[in-house]
């Protein structure tokens, strides 16, 4: 990596700061994309590129003399996000990065999009082959996004990896990891202990990893899903919070089918499907490809979540 210069957008952000640290440890030069100009560790300088989604002439002037570009900004799943703040973040935004890109003639485009193109659960294990299936207005702007940088890319010299991370784990993560360790922090018994599922996650440190192997090898794939290879229960994945937190869980033996009807009723379904469901990934392709096997145990990066919320 030594001798690349890489820019980073989002880099303020979650992953794009882990990934922004492990491009600098490798040896590159690290540029970052910002909506607002500021310091970020390990980046040799800060750009001021405004909305991404609007004609952002300070990017293309960033971009002269970069040898990749890592996209990793976007709108994060939440509740209750305006489909067309999802449409600006994550569609319009990576076209413009894309459409830049190919312009000053970056050689390599990592796009850092979701396995939530995949749906919130599925039955056995899915791969980069399987059928996309979104379920809801963010998977489905992610998987427009990674359309649209494709079709923007095609025929030119710029190769583009995209990169589909599971649920991302470590301190500082958003999403339904805060929302158990609360729940958790209760004292409460929790009704999950009857749940046999398998669900895949990664570490936010492997998930940069993985993209940086992905902007310095030769041959990548065009798409790669990133995750452990061993995927945790949801009772699994309470106990290793709750002992971060440095507490015992209670788990209760509720028969799936009930907690499942009344978490729909009680209009939490989609929350159920995260929680309860299995979405287990394989992730042969990542290791025969690109030499990349998460090592961080997920109980690990879980602990080490809810120990940074005590």
Known sequence: MSGRTVLVSGAAGFVGRAVTARLAASGAEVVVALRRAREVPGAARAVDAGDLAAPAPALAAALRGVDAVVHAAGLAHRNGVDPAALAAANVTAARRVAEEAVA??????????????????????????????PDDAYAASKLEGEAAVRATVAGSATRLVIVRPCAVVGPGCAGNIPRLVRLIRRGMPLPFGAIANARSFIAVDDLAALIARAVAADDPPDCVIGAHPE???????????????????VLLPVPPSWLGAATRMAG????????????????????????????????AALQATAAALR
């Open 268 to 299: 939490h379904g989609e929350l159920w499907r995260s929680f309860a469901g299995s979405f287990r990934a394989d992730v042969s392709l990542a290791r025969d490809s690109l030499g990349f096997s998460a090592p961080t145990p997920v109980r």
């Open 231 to 249: 995927p945790v229960s949801t009772p699994a994945l309470i106990r290793a919070l709750a002992g971060g937190l440095g507490r015992k869980v």
């Open 104 to 133: 000053r003639g970056v050689r390599r485009l990592v796009l850092v999009s979701s396995a939530a193109v995949f749906g919130k659960q599925r039955d056995g294990t899915f791969s980069e082959a399987s059928p996309p299936r």
